[in-house]
């Protein structure tokens, strides 16, 4: 059986990432393909509920800490994502391990420090990063409730998005409208997927 496809939807706040990724999992069950949505951070762990606890402001933690806690709640989820991939279902993900080097290197800590505790999980075979203006992303609904949701930040993050960058990924103009964000994302999956199913390689890990 080929093994699942891991596809990764990363990129700026607001950039459509929950939208595109529901838009594709819907799409891919359309067509009879066996797929699960991931969410980063996942809120329903006792690790995701301290994440959860300092992302509305209602915990305070350490820089450090709460990077180590991102990290800690991918490798949580890794036994079963690998077990998933195994069996041939594709993993549809919602942010990962950049967002984390992304937001904690933006707000100061060193970039390699901030590579080091994601070493090891398994890698996307597809990452598409969401590109969007910072000043575009205000205008969206809802930017302003949580603490990352600050202008300067939201540029900073960025930067370390397009530092981060590899030739790799395939980069989507977020300023393109909702659906025609989605065809190009589900056509690239679908390369993708049809590519998998070729030669039934399994992704490397770090
Ligand atoms: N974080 C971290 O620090 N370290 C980590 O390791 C990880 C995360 C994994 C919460 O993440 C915070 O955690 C986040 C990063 C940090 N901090 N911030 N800020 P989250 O994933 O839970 O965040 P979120 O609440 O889902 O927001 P988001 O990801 O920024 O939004 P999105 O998923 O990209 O966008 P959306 O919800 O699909 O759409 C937003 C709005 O725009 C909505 O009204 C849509 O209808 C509209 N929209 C979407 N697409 C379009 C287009 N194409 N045109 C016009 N309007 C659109
Ligand atoms: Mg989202």
């Known amino acids: 059986m080929a093994r699942g496809r891991f596809i990764l939807l990363e990129g700026c706040d607001r950039a ?6 529901t838009m594709l999992v ?42 180590l806690l991102f990290s800690a709640n991918r490798w949580e989820a890794m036994q079963e994502m690998k077990r998933k991939l195994s069996a041939g279902i594709h993993l549809v993900v919602d942010r990962y391990a950049y967002s984390g080097v992304a937001f904690s290197t933006a707000k100061g800590l060193d970039l390699t420090w901030c590579k080091n ?17 910072t000043s575009e992303a205000e205008r969206r609904g ?5 603490r990352y949701e600050k202008r300067e930040l939201q540029e900073n993050v960025r930067e370390v ?12 103009d977020a300023k393109k409208s909702i659906l025609a964000m989605h065809f190009e994302i589900l056509r690239e999956t679908e390369l993708k997927i049809r590519d998998g199913e070729k030669d039934g390689r399994f992704a490397e890990e770090d």
Not at 117 to 133: A, C, E, Q, V
């Open 16 to 21: 459509g990432k929950s939208t595109q990724c």
């Open 26 to 67: 819907d799409a891919l069950k359309a067509k009879d393909l066996s797929v699960e949505l991931y969410k980063f951070p996942d809120r329903t762990t006792t690790i995701g509920q301290m994440i959860h606890a300092y992302l509305t402001n209602s915990k305070e933690l350490d820089d450090r800490a709460i990077h």
């Open 117 to 133: 505790p994601d070493r090891g999980l398994i890698r996307p075979d597809i990452t598409f990063f969401l590109d969007l203006p």
């Open 142 to 146: 809802g930017f302003g409730d949580e």
């Open 161 to 172: 998005f397009l530092k981060l960058k590899d030739k790799e990924w395939t980069v989507i």
